[in-house]
């Protein structure tokens, strides 16, 4: 069975800086391409970055570009958001997603997700 956990959420001034992990196991991640997306009360979950399964493409939503920047490990399994200039709005649960398999036969298409991880930025 597929899981994603994530890490390195926490509380961060106005400016700060946070780097996002989320650890993949229990299915050939390197077959997924994978995003993060957040989500705050009330609000839809929205997406943050996406990265392809090779992380030579990336594409980011239009309120973070420029400060924010995701990465992938396929021999580690993880998938990073550096997250630079950290604005209050920022502040949300960010989730992992993984969606595939992509380049190789499947079945059908799977996706996962993650438990979340809270980032807080205080103005």
């Known amino acids: 069975q597929g899981q994603l956990v994530e890490s390195g959420g926490g509380l961060v001034e106005t400016g700060g800086s946070l780097r996002l992990s989320c650890t993949a196991s229990?299915?050939?991640?390197?077959?997924?391409?994978a995003s993060w997306y957040r989500q705050t009360t009330g609000k839809e979950r929205e997406l943050v970055a996406n990265?392809?399964?090779?992380?030579?493409?990336?594409n980011y939503g239009a309120g973070v570009r420029g400060r924010f920047t995701i990465s992938r490990d396929n021999d580690k399994n993880i998938v990073y958001l550096q997250m630079n200039n950290l604005e209050p709005e920022d502040t949300a649960t960010y989730y992992c997603?993984?969606?595939?398999?992509?380049?190789?036969?499947?079945?059908?298409?799977?996706?996962?997700w993650g438990q979340g991880t809270q980032v807080t930025v205080s103005s």
């Open positions: 229990g299915f050939t991640f390197s077959n997924y391409a």
């Open positions: 997603n993984a969606d595939g398999p992509f380049g190789v036969a499947a079945p059908r298409h799977l996706e996962y």
């Open positions: 990265i392809n399964t090779a992380g030579l493409r990336t």
